[in-house]
């Protein structure tokens, strides 16, 4: 089962992203005659026709294979080897628990009197929000926030904490925050909201932010706050099957739950929050079972993407977790400035022109008109152990991090040195040529 969320938030991206490039056709020298509208029917449209066919294409595949049987309800444990579904008992001598998860909502005074989305019900709806509010600065609010942003809304994200995408390191979470700002998103950071209510046709929501009330006011609301697994209503009580105080189903590095024959994958385990990881725990647990292997999850190196434009895509450790290892550290960095390929793809930009039209709906003045300097966005850092010379871990944000995050993936699979790349030739022009100039810029990470 591969379709999941992603599919859909990636082809709204997509859409997203070809209203953004249209914007800026000027800039490549392509003439759109008139401005550029968004159809967010026709946005919609193409989201369902490709995850209608993506879901059909899995659920094809389940019911046609042999000895297979498809039970659509919602199943809970009646025992430690029985599940319910429909009032049908089902008893198995190995029982798989995946679950996933659904969006967490947080206990925030009035939620309960206003309308509001998930990153569920925000995938159904076909038109545009003239001005949407996004609780939480983190992976999910700020996909939805720049893809809502670029069809048209006006959008402000309320993080909590200090800076977005709190988890990555600083510079990752600043480079983010500013290329979203560039394009027009409110971004408050250190702000909690302390309620919300609706005035008239638009929802209030107040925020503290360094001891001062403030309040945002906008149209609709997204929350986008966090996730939690499905594993309230699932009967694992019957089963004996132990959670821990979040409701994540606690499991071994191979993914046995604490009764014998019952294992958990994918998001509600809380070892992992993405496709991939649910995928590599099936892959783990069935070479387990099927091929009598030792695959373990500790194995796997963390790998994932936020795909804002430009993404950022992270493997291993941040600088941050390095440092807190103690151990000496090398650092090497490269601004997308300076990598022929982004300037090529992504600049230069006659920004402020696109921004005044776009934004503020009006006529650009000559003066406007300036070129900027070149857009390609983001920077590549990679960290290594100094003694070793292994990659510790990698954050990429920019032009195609997402594909090109899989050298340094590979080369930590390896469990290579660095020096393997240095010499490696990558084709010109791309942007992961410059990984085995990187390789050969180490410096020691103070
Ligand atoms: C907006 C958004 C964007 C995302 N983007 C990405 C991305 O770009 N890349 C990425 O790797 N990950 C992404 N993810 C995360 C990814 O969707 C999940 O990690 C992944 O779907 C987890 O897979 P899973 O099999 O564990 O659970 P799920 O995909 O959640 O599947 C669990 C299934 O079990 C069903 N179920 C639940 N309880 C019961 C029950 N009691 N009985 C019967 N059925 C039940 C559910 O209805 C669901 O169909 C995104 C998530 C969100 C919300």
Redesign the pocket.
Known sequence: ?RE???T???TLVASAYAAFLARRAGDYGVTIGGPVGVDMRAVKARKDTITVASRRGVERSLRTLEGCTVYE????FVANNKVA?NGVEFGADRIFI??????SIPPISGLDQVPYFT??S?MDIDFLPPHLIVLGGS??GL??AQAYRRFGSEVTVIELAPRLIAREDEDASHAVADFLKEEGIDVRVDSKVIGVEKQGNSIAVKLESAGKISQVVGTHMLV?IG?RP?TD??GLDNAGVATDSHGYIQVDDQLRTNVPGIWA????NGR???????WN?FEIVAANILDNEQRRVSDRITA??L?TDPPLARAGMTQEEVRKTGKPALVSTMALEDVSRAYETCGPSRRVRTLSRWHRGGVSSARSERWKAARSKGFMKILADRDSKRILGASLLGLAGDEIIHCIIDLMYAKAPYTVMQRAMHIHPTVSEFLPIMMQDFRPLQ
């Open positions: 089962m999941h969320r992603c859909p938030t990636k309800g919602h199943a809970r579904v995946n679950v996933g998860g659904r969006a990153n569920s925000m992976y999910i996909e939805f986008a996730r499905n209503d699932l994958m994918g998001d509600c992992g929050a993405f496709t991939h990881t649910s725990d994932y993407a795909y």
